[in-house]
């Protein structure tokens, strides 16, 4: 995966959280961000990696995510892995 098609996967990501008021709403709280921040944010590579590990928590999501962006379920993490660097261990 190249760095910027995991880049699209994160920003895809947050526009999925955010069609969700429920999801919006626990993403928010966990991260302590006000929703008007995070266009600011979306340049910020820590910030997008955040999105992708919140969206991995949940496999619904991850498949709800992927079912309307056309993405294989594994993609999110592949995506996570490229931003991070491919320093994350692979506990499969």
Do not use: H
């Amino acid at each position: 995966m190249t760095p910027d098609r995991a880049e699209l996967i994160a920003i895809g990501a947050i526009g999925w959280i955010l069609s969700s008021d429920t999801v919006t709403t626990l993403f928010l709280r966990s991260t302590g961000l006000a929703a008007v921040n995070i266009k600011t944010e979306l340049q910020n590579n820590f910030f997008l990696i955040s999105v992708l590990e919140f969206l991995l928590t949940n496999d619904d999501w991850v498949r709800g995510y992927c079912d309307s962006a056309g993405l294989i379920y594994d993609e999110p993490m592949e995506a996570k892995r490229q931003m991070c660097g491919d320093d994350l261990p692979n506990w499969t």
